[in-house]
């Protein structure tokens, strides 16, 4: 099964929205801050739909692109050896040159007095926990959105076994794995549960010979329902919060894994419009933008408390956009000047495509965020 240029389009569509989303979800904030405080009324709700309720769904969307477009071709195509090799350079060394770049610099502003209570302590850290902070075998890397790409590598390794599985006891190992995702169950060797799921999701999809166009005609309901979904859940989640009933959290774990199809429908609507097709062409500055994020909104955020500026809906507002501005800035950038570091640190995945023309097919996407060119 190939993967024709308006899947593929629309595959680098979700990345670059969802990504951009999940942005919302790690703007700093304090106690004093916090959206379950009130205290800035209607956008502490909207921060709470945001960042807990409609951008979850980034994730396990995600994953289930990964796992969808690695086993694309069937078990046939798929050489275990040959994928552990190319995932090393496209995913295992951005993981650790973003990682250990953001853990030399917390160390070097730590050992000036800088940056404690805002992140890790790194100076005291135990060597244990200086592994995990660097390469988050046991916990979250100290770039925690990273989290993502350690728990993408376990798919990968553990790949033969799950499309082994989901070939053949499909509906079995998806009550258990969903199950593993959304009650309260051990982690395990995951660090995100629903990471499992969703590239199992897609995995499935990819070797049953899923149509995954099949939806789009419903697109508009389906859209309507996710973002109806995710309204009703911020409310339950804005009058519970912080701290969630079990049944609140399962329903949440619930409702970011059924956002999959919600996003996918989306992308059917985004890429018929000039602005989908622009998004859609953007590469690897996805997988920047990713990488990237994190560390700016932390240092934002201390800059921020070192001003005193009291007005936190400003800071709310103005990070986003201005981490935003500095990650397209700076990866074009790097493209120009340093294009060698460039595609390391992207993992070989270029910053921009040529226009899908209808009924030809391109090279199929590459990596969990972002597509090799």
Not at 176 to 187: C, G, R, S, T
Request: proline content about 6%; some cysteine; charged content about 10%.
């Amino acid at each position: 099964m190939t993967i024709d240029a308006t899947i593929s389009a629309r595959i680098n569509l979700m990345r670059i929205v969802l990504i951009s989303g999940i942005i919302f979800v790690h703007v700093p904030y304090d106690p004093a801050t916090s959206p379950y405080m009130g205290t800035f009324g209607g956008l502490d709700w909207l921060r709470v739909f945001l960042a807990d309720s409609l951008f979850r769904i980034g994730v396990p969307c995600l994953s289930a692109i990964s796992g969808y477009l690695l086993f694309h071709r069937g078990l046939a195509g798929f050489d275990y050896g040959k994928t552990l090799r190319g995932k090393a350079s496209t995913i295992l060394l951005p993981f650790l040159l973003w990682n250990a770049a953001f853990l030399a610099f917390v160390y070097i502003a730590q050992t000036g007095g800088i940056g404690f209570g805002y992140l890790p302590d790194v100076v005291n850290a135990s060597p244990r926990e200086l592994m995990n902070l660097g390469l988050a075998i046991e916990t979250w890397p100290i770039n925690i959105p990273l989290y993502f790409l350690r728990d993408l590598l376990l798919c990968l390794l553990l790949s033969p076994l799950i499309a082994f599985v989901v070939m053949r006891y499909p509906r079995t190992v998806f009550i258990l794995m969903l199950a593993y995702a959304v009650l309260p169950l051990p982690n395990g060797i995951f660090l995100k549960k629903s990471i499992l799921f969703g590239f199992s999701f897609g995995v499935a999809a990819a070797l049953h010979r899923v149509d995954i166009t099949r939806l789009d005609r419903f697109a508009v309901p389906v859209v309507l329902a996710a973002v109806t979904m995710a309204l009703l859940l911020s409310f339950a989640l804005y009058a519970f919060g912080p701290e969630f009933p079990v049944w609140l959290d399962t329903l949440r774990a619930l409702a970011a894994i059924a956002g999959i199809f919600g996003a996918w429908a989306l992308s059917a609507l985004l890429i018929r419009t000039g602005t989908g097709q622009a998004l859609s062409r953007l590469g690897g500055l996805s997988f920047w933008i990713f990488c990237g994020h994190y560390p700016l909104l932390i240092l934002f955020w201390m800059v921020w408390n070192r001003l005193g500026i009291a007005d936190y809906p400003l800071f709310y507002a103005a990070s986003p956009a201005l981490a935003l501005a500095i990650l397209v800035s700076t990866h074009a950038a790097a493209r120009r000047f340093t294009p060698a570091l460039a595609a390391i640190l992207t993992g070989r995945r270029a910053g921009g495509q040529k226009r899908p023309v209808a009924g030809h097919p391109q090279m199929e996407p590459d990596g969990p965020i972002a597509q090799r060119r």
